[in-house]
């Protein structure tokens, strides 16, 4: 077998992980929830197995350094951890915090090194993008019966019903319609116009603010940030100004016309109960943001270890630092902790440290810039407004670790590689 052939392999075993971790919660499989785990074991063995890819380049020698860094952390923080850690898990959970850089990365390798037909990739996104729309219309059709057969809760916000979809989850109908329309649409504008026309940006706005409300979702109104800080960085400021005022008008009208709503009542009450620890605050996120927050401090420079706050194997690691900041136990009790994982940045500033997060921050950004060094100019505006996107959801989402996410985010990486890719990488500074 040629180095090719196995690696065309390897990436057709990707794709087929990502269509079964897309599809868990339709599957309801036990393995199935163990693909994202496969996925990610396979993809280090390809980052391990290709080390020289990261002599191509400053960013790759720089990505290099600092995932090397991370892992020595880790090592750190085990050892300086006052509380009772379990090897695996804590390694475990320090690579599954990368999960979002690790997939992306190697199928960035795999891309580089061979030519992947950009007909596979555009199919493979088509599939997703079916699948989400059958959810959707099938969740439509039969309502909370469709909620109640994926084992997701019936719940309503603002009179509309929190949908599971395809993933069985509300919060990934956000994640998915957001990413894949940013990009599909940033595609389609920039590849007519060369910019992105106030138009677009007002368009584009509607769409995610009407959208909201059917799919019970904030999380889309996040990416309009995005696209005003790629206007910010890649417009005169002139332009920067006429379509920052456009925005600020469109928002300002769409706050006086739901100002008094749950809509908005309920944001102010989430953002409020987010900077206190009282004993009658039972808002979870809230909870973990400002004790994620005070353990950080507490444990200056570094964190009190992977997978010991607001991460998926602390379960199974120790329960002993929700106890110190006297978290209630019923969230952290039995089998699905899933309150916890609400937390996002903060859990992960809590096990890593401010000296951790920085450098986490740090592989984020240089895979980035690896990333964009195979891209022209169209592909490299898309990629940063996907970024930004990413990392804003990460305050309060734990969007980096998730599978389903890094299936949704890694497509759309390899989408926009394939169809923005320059035909020669040139050395970057």
């Known amino acids: 077998m040629t180095r090719r052939s196995l690696l065309f392999g390897l990436f057709n075993l990707m794709l087929f992980l990502m269509i079964i971790t897309f599809c868990e919660g339709v599957l309801q499989i036990k393995w199935a929830y163990f693909a994202d785990e496969a996925l990610l074991c396979i993809s280090t063995l390809i980052i391990v197995g290709h080390v020289t890819f990261f002599s191509k380049s400053k960013a790759g020698k720089a990505l290099l350094v600092l995932l090397l860094l991370y892992t020595l952390i880790q090592l750190v923080n085990y050892f300086m951890s006052p509380y009772q850690l379990k090897f695996i898990f804590t390694f475990g959970q ?14 960035c390798i795999i891309h580089n090194s061979i030519r992947i037909r950009r007909i596979l990739i555009r199919r493979f996104l088509q599939v997703l993008i079916l699948l989400f729309f059958l959810g959707l219309i099938l969740n439509i059709v039969f309502q909370k019966e469709w909620n109640l057969l994926l084992g997701w809760k019936v719940e309503y916000r603002y009179g509309f019903l929190r949908m ?15 990413l894949v329309t940013l990009v599909l649409w940033m595609s389609f504008s920039l590849r007519r116009k ?35 800080y790629h206007n910010l960085v890649s417009s005169n400021l002139t332009r920067f100004i006429r379509i920052s005022v456009i925005t600020f008008l469109f ?10 709503s749950a809509y908005v009542a309920d944001t102010k009450l989430d953002m409020l109960r987010m900077t206190n620890n009282d004993d009658d605050n039972y808002y979870i996120r809230g909870l973990m943001v400002y004790n994620g927050a005070a353990l950080a401090i507490s444990h ?56 951790g997060i920085i450098v986490m921050i740090l592989i ?19 990629l940063r407004v996907l970024f930004v996107t990413m990392a804003i959801w990460s305050i309060t989402e734990p969007v ?15 989408f926009i590689l394939s ?8 050395e970057s500074a």
């Open 94 to 107: 320090a690579l599954i915090n990368l999960k979002v850089v690790v997939v992306p990365l190697a199928f």
């Open 300 to 355: 200056f420079p570094f964190g009190v270890g992977a997978a010991t706050f607001g991460t998926v194997l602390s379960k199974y690691n120790t329960l002993e630092v929700y106890q110190k900041v006297n978290i209630p136990s019923f969230w952290y009790e039995g089998e699905d902790l899933s309150g916890v994982y609400d937390s996002g940045f903060f859990s992960l500033l809590a096990e890593n440290g401010f000296f």
């Open 194 to 228: 060369g910019v992105l026309t106030w138009r677009f940006y007002l368009f584009y706005s509607i769409v995610q603010v009407l959208i909201s409300f059917p799919l019970t979702i904030r999380k889309g109104l996040v990416s309009i940030i995005s696209l005003i």
């Open 251 to 260: 928002g300002l009208s769409f706050y006086l016309f739901v100002g008094d």
């Open 164 to 178: 599971a979809g395809w993933f069985g989850g509300t919060h990934y109908l956000g994640y998915f319609f957001t």
């Open 364 to 382: 984020v950004y240089y895979l980035y810039q690896l990333m964009i060094r195979q891209l022209n100019q169209n592909g490299v505006a898309i």
């Open 400 to 414: 980096i670790q998730n599978g389903i996410f890094t299936v949704i985010f890694s497509s759309l990486c390899i």
């Open 419 to 426: 169809e923005n890719r320059v035909l020669e990488s040139t």
